[in-house]
């Protein structure tokens, strides 16, 4: 029953991730024909076509491997210099751009000649470029509101769930016995010392109102020495003296949050309980634009990610919680929650929110200001606009539609990187993948 699960996950992901890249097609497909580009071609997947139908003047179908999608149209870039589309050139670097020029005339009819791509002016062309992300980023607000104001957010609460038996350091936990940790040289954890017990629910700390976790956490954190503590338990208010110890312990953000890496910082020796609560809308966009952040942030530190993914594909090395992970990594993740013996709510939700993350990543990578992403023909639209309103401020001759063309072996240089962490993220996902557990 598992391994069934585990399978139906897998295609559940798949059937999500598919519709995700065609729901970012068809944010290019619906404004290139909103102004009047010719579109000839709506494709989800790559490679050889198993299916596809034409209506009106576009092929609309599936191809056989379900890793992204296009959509083909006319005049992308303009003509060369001499106003010709097939002209070769003996030089390597010469020969890409015309060789992307002349895909980009490669199906042209009569009467295409005012309906090409580079025609238009940049805002429409932005326009164009930039629906495809943007319905990535309505798709994942839109399925982010509905699990955290429809359902709610695990979000640690000040009840104690278990007391610790012993001290031990952050760094020493993955080493000890999982069902017996503590050692006879261990000292005795402050919590269970100064008889806290699970249940108990913390209301003060040193004779302040406690009323959520991330301050409770920072005042203890903070608090070495002898502490007051007052708890509720079986509804009566009953005061603890415990003595906060120094420990080693995972680190932590501004919001609570644990990030690589450890500190010393004060301990007391319990673990919060936990309790879904649903979020409101303000509540919810916050939490949206950290994540929003944090997707930032993972981009901009993607370079410095590399050697432990090459180290975990290729030296056995522990693969990272936070590793970046591939569309084979997310399929496995998804096979691991349809196979959690959780509520079946639980499992939906979560599989949301990992489609909602992939549709989010999706906008934020194709955002990235380079060819062959949208953002790089973006980039270039506004550029164009920026020369033309230059020149005509400065009462100079208009210098035309900027050639993206001229581009295309940079474009090369970045595929071909893209390319190879593409394949050394899926090596690590199918030899060392990143678990749910983790």
Known sequence: MTALMTVLGIVVFAVGLMVSIAWHELGHLSTAKLFKIRVPQYMVGFGPTIWSRHKGETEYGFKAVPLGGYIRMIGMFPPGEDGRVTARSTSPWRGMIEDARSAAYEELQPGDETRMFYTRKPWKRVIVMFAGPFMNLILAVALFLGVFMGFGIST???????????????????????????????????????????????VEFNGRPVHDWNALSK??????????IVVERDGQRVTLYPTITTNTVAKTDGDGNYVDGTVKAGFLGFSPASHIQPLGFTDSIDHMGDMARQGVDSLISLPKRIPDLWNAAFNGA????????????????????????????????????????????????????????DGGHIAGALWESVRRHAAKVFRKPDPGPFDVA???????????????????????DVVNPVKLSS
């Open 318 to 373: 522990e693969r990272k919680a936070d590793s970046p992970m591939g569309v084979v990594g997310a399929a496995r993740v998804g096979g691991e929650v349809a196979a959690l013996h959780e509520p079946a709510v639980n499992r939906i939700m979560t599989f949301v929110m990992l489609i909602a993350g992939f549709n989010l990543s999706l906008f934020l990578f194709n955002m990235l200001p380079l060819l062959p992403l």
């Open 219 to 228: 005042d203890i954190r903070d608090g070495i020495g002898k502490a007051e």
């Open 406 to 428: 001229k581009l295309m072996p940079i474009a090369y240089v970045v595929a071909g990187i893209f390319v190879s962490f593409t394949l050394l993220v899926l090596i690590a």
């Open 156 to 202: 640690r609460t000040t009840v104690v769930s278990q007391v610790s038996d012993c001290v031990i350091s952050q760094a020493d936990t993955t080493k000890r016995d999982a069902d017996n940790p503590c050692r006879p040289s261990d000292p005795v954890a402050p919590a269970k010392t100064a008889g806290l017990k699970a249940g108990d629910k913390i």
